[in-house]
């Protein structure tokens, strides 16, 4: 199964090199585009002030923030977490940014950029011209962001998730998947057909019975091979 990490930062300001830290890491394991259950999710001493304005976005305030691990107590149980997966992100180099400039200050291998999948590069080239921020994309897919009262690492990456399914197919690609893994495959690849019981209830007959020989009359004028229309129409076979 394709095992793959999204994953969404909260920070104190745009840019680590102008002394901005991450203050948040939430991230959710997925195995063919399918959450596990298992997460990873810190919230993390940035060793700095976070302006009043950054905790109006994800509510995370200083006192909070002042009994959180730091960041290099946790690195290296993000990158366990992580693995050799790919990672996903919107907009990911923001995310890649502190990431890797956090890892790189705490002497860790960066997670390499060709590792790292852009949601919002897959939204704009899906959806060009349109907005595509996480909370677009949720209304877009009918994504609830009822849970959600602010901006958080965990919660905005289980909403990533469930929009990389609709990128990726949607629940299309969910029902092929799971029909896949139901039924399994023959010897020669070739995926069973689901069998179908009796309806609980036989549909209702919406035509006469006049209706039903006109129908098989024409059927019979008109069709040559009347072979399968036969067995769906009981007049017809009568009328051969």
Known sequence: MAREIVLDTETTGFDPRQGHRLVEVGCIE????????????????????????????????????????????????????????????????????????????????????????????????????????LDALCKRFRISLAERTLHGALIDARLLASVYLELKGGKERRLELSSSEAQGESETGVVAPEAYGARPRPLVTGSTEAERERHAAFLAEALKDQSLWAQLVPELGRKS
Do not use: Y
């Open 30 to 133: 997925i195995e063919d585009l399918l959450p596990t259950g298992r997460t990873f999710h810190h919230i993390i001493n940035p060793e700095r002030h976070i302006d009043d304005e950054v905790i109006r976005v994800h509510g995370i305030t200083n006192e909070k923030a002042a009994n959180a691990p730091r960041f290099e107590e946790v690195c290296d149980a993000l990158l366990d977490f992580i693995g050799d997966a790919p990672v996903i992100a919107h907009n990911a180099r923001f995310d890649r940014a502190f990431i890797n400039f956090q890892l790189e200050m705490c002497s860790r291998p960066v997670v390499q950029d060709e590792r790292w999948i852009d949601t919002l590069a897959l939204a704009q080239k899906r959806f060009p011209g349109m907005a595509n921020s």
